[in-house]
T-cell receptor, first 111, second 113 residues
Framework: DSGVTQTPKHLITATGQRVTLRCSPR?????VYWYQQSLDQGLQFLIH???????AKGNILERFSAQQFPDLHSELNLSSLELGDSALYFC??????????FGPGTRLTVT | DQQVKQNSPSLSVQEGRISILNCDYT??????FLWYKKYPAEGPTFLIS?????DKNEDGRFTVFLNKSAKHLSLHIVPSQPGDSAVYFC????????????FGTGTSLTVIP
C-alpha cells in the first residue's frame, strides 16, 4: 500500500460526458502528479501540482483540467469524453523530489 | 516524442537466471533515473534508482547500471524469481523540472518456474 488513494477504481461512461477522478496523496506529500496509461503505452505525464499550485503540464488535453485543494487532495476533470480517452489514470505523490508513490489507478472506459 | 524508450515489450527468463531489462534515453539533461515495477490492477511501485553521478546502484537482487555516454541504463535481477513477473518501467528526470518523470513504455517480464 503506497498510501496514495484514488477513487473510483472503475468508471464507465458515454462519449461526450464529463467525469471527475479523485486522488489523495500520502500524508505529508505536497506534490501530486497525474498520468495517463493507454493500451500498450507507457505512463504519459499529464500535470503536476505542488501545494495547490500548478507546477508543470505535460500532454494534457484542453478538455482535461485538474486542481489541488487546500487539504492537498487533487481532482482530474475530463470533459467531452471521447473513445480514445479510455485508459488507466494514475496519480502519484512525492515530498519534493525523488521517487513518486503511485495510487492504484482509475480505469476509465468510454463507450 | 518518446524521450525514454524500452524497446523490448516482453522478456521471459527461467527462475534462478538473470533478467536484464534495458532502457534508452535521448535527452542528455536527464540526471536521475528510476525503475518501477507494476503488477496488474495495481499502481507502479518504486524499485531502485540511480543518480547520473553514479554508474551502478545495487539493492539486494536488483542492480541498475547507467552508461551515460550511450544514454542507456539496465536493470539486472539476479536470481530471478516467479514473483518478479511484472511490467517494469524505467523513468528519467531532468533537474529543475519539478520532479517531472518521463516513463518508458514498459517491459513485461515473465519468470518461468
Amino acid at each position: 500500500d503506497s498510501g496514495v488513494t484514488q477513487t473510483p477504481k472503475h468508471l464507465i461512461t458515454a462519449t461526450g460526458q464529463r467525469v471527475t477522478l479523485r486522488c489523495s496523496p500520502r500524508s505529508g506529500d505536497l506534490s501530486v502528479y497525474w498520468y495517463q496509461q493507454s493500451l500498450d503505452q507507457g505512463l504519459q505525464f499529464l500535470i503536476h501540482y505542488y501545494n495547490g499550485e500548478e507546477r508543470a503540464k505535460g500532454n494534457i488535453l484542453e478538455r482535461f483540467s485538474a486542481q489541488q485543494f487546500p487539504d492537498l487532495h487533487s481532482e482530474l476533470n475530463l470533459s467531452s469524453l471521447e473513445l480514445g480517452d479510455s485508459a488507466l489514470y494514475f496519480c502519484a505523490s512525492s515530498v519534493v523530489e525523488g521517487e513518486q508513490y503511485f495510487g492504484p489507478g482509475t480505469r476509465l472506459t468510454v463507450t | 516524442d518518446q524521450q525514454v524508450k524500452q524497446n523490448s515489450p516482453s522478456l521471459s527468463v527461467q527462475e534462478g537466471r538473470i533478467s536484464i531489462l534495458n532502457c534508452d534515453y535521448t535527452n542528455s539533461m536527464f540526471d536521475y533515473f528510476l525503475w518501477y515495477k507494476k503488477y496488474p490492477a495495481e499502481g507502479p511501485t518504486f524499485l531502485i534508482s540511480i543518480s547520473s553521478i553514479k554508474d551502478k546502484n545495487e539493492d539486494g537482487r536488483f542492480t541498475v547500471f547507467l552508461n551515460k555516454s550511450a544514454k542507456h541504463l539496465s536493470l539486472h535481477i539476479v536470481p530471478s524469481q516467479p514473483g518478479d513477473s511484472a511490467v517494469y518501467f524505467c523513468a528519467a528526470v531532468r533537474p529543475y523540472t519539478g520532479n517531472q518523470f518521463y516513463f518508458g513504455t514498459g517491459t513485461s517480464l515473465t519468470v518461468i518456474p
